[in-house]
Nanobody, 127 residues
Framework: DVQLQASGGGLAQAGGSLRLSCAAS????????VGWFRKAPGKEREGVSC????????YYADSVKGRLTITTDTAKRTVYLQMNNLKPEDTAVYYC????????????????????WGQGTKVTVSS
């Protein structure tokens, strides 16, 4: 079965940084849209960022623009989310998800578009 393994979460202070990783196995990674979603306590899960592995096209939610950077290493089948200048409101469980096809073929905020999901990694940002 296709597997996604999210890692890299932890505790950080406001203004600090974390790097999340999403490692994929058992599927072709060269034409996939990989998104990061997060679910904060008491809130709905929301889309944060997405990248197309075939051309590196990216998307960011307005709330994270300028602070988060999504990249991909197709040789390692891994997508990274570099999180800088963290804020307490970034506290959430972060999930990566994959859609087979380019970024242009997916509605990035629509969770139903993503067939494959990782298990989540928790990020806690203290003020």
């Amino acid at each position: 079965d296709v597997q996604l393994q999210a890692s890299g979460g932890g505790l950080a202070q406001a203004g600090g940084s974390l790097r999340l990783s999403c490692a994929a196995s058992r599927f072709t990674f060269d034409d996939v849209a990989v998104g990061w979603f997060r679910k904060a306590p008491g809130k709905e899960r929301e889309g944060v960022s997405c990248i197309g592995t075939n051309d590196g096209t990216t998307y960011y939610a307005d709330s994270v623009k300028g602070r988060l950077t999504i990249t991909t290493d197709t040789a390692k089948r891994t997508v990274y989310l570099q999180m800088n200048n963290l804020k307490p409101e970034d506290t959430a469980v972060y999930y990566c998800a994959a859609h087979k096809g380019p970024l242009s073929s997916v509605r990035v905020h629509d969770q139903d578009e993503y067939k494959y999901w990782g298990q989540g990694t928790k990020v806690t940002v203290s003020s």
